[in-house]
């Protein structure tokens, strides 16, 4: 099993700061299948980035993902208060898939 | 508009049984993955079970392998979850997530519902 682990835990920001999101796999994740996801209080989570770097539709491109191997992250620049939510990392290489356990990114 | 929707959660004891249902709509059903994902309260995602896209193939998480069952019906756009010997740990937001291909891996969960909530308790 991939196990994703996530850090921070929380970051506290402020509106218009910049915000990098870190996902490191237990072990390689190949060709890159890592996603990342949104999750708002009492809501689904959105797909944001897929193939570790590709925006899905309708992302703007504040949101970019970069990484490959065992180490991804995610970068949130001029925060906006919308954006303020739980960040999730995905892998579907490998079965089980497996969720990190979340980044909260937080208003200061 | 492309959209999943769950239905069919409720309160059941332990040891009992449930089938939740996702209903989907405006895409080509059978061209896609279907996955199961839940999220107990105040905790994170937890993949649960996927289904290929002409339902031949299943996948279980461990946690629930022999006492989940996952199926689809093509002609009726729908994709259920038969769960039986319910445990309190089963308690949870279950979400109904289209992967982005008729395989469930190599390919991420792009549309989501907004999820069916079963509560196992006595």
């Known amino acids: 099993e991939i196990v994703l682990t996530q850090s921070p835990g929380t970051l506290s920001l402020s509106p218009g700061e910049g915000a990098t999101l870190s996902c490191r796999a237990s072990q390689s994740v190949s060709s890159n299948y890592l996603a990342w996801y949104q999750q708002k209080p009492g809501q689904a989570p959105r797909l944001l980035i897929y193939?570790?770097?590709s925006r899905a539709t309708g992302i703007p491109d504040k949101f970019s993902g970069s990484g490959s191997g065992t180490d991804f992250t995610l970068t949130i620049s001029r925060l906006e208060p919308e954006d303020f939510a739980v960040f999730y990392c995905?892998?579907?290489?490998?079965?089980?898939?497996?969720f990190g356990g979340g980044t909260k990114v937080e208003m200061k | 508009e492309v959209e999943v929707l769950e239905s069919g959660g409720g309160l059941v004891q332990p040891g009992g049984s449930l089938r939740i249902s996702c209903a989907a709509s405006d895409f080509t059903f059978n061209y896609y993955a279907m996955n199961w994902v839940r999220q107990a309260p105040g905790k994170g995602l937890e993949w649960v079970s996927s289904i290929s896209g002409s339902g031949t193939d299943t996948y279980y998480a461990d946690s629930v392998k022999g006492r989940f069952t996952i199926s689809r019906d093509n002609s009726k756009t729908t994709m259920f979850l038969q769960m039986n010997s319910l445990r309190a740990e089963d308690t949870a937001v279950y979400y109904c997530a289209r992967s982005m291909g008729i395989h469930y891996n190599y390919y991420s969960m792009d549309v989501w519902g907004t999820g069916t909530t079963v509560t196992v308790s006595s």
């Open positions: 995905h892998q579907y290489d490998n079965s089980p898939l497996t």
């Open positions: 193939g570790a770097s």
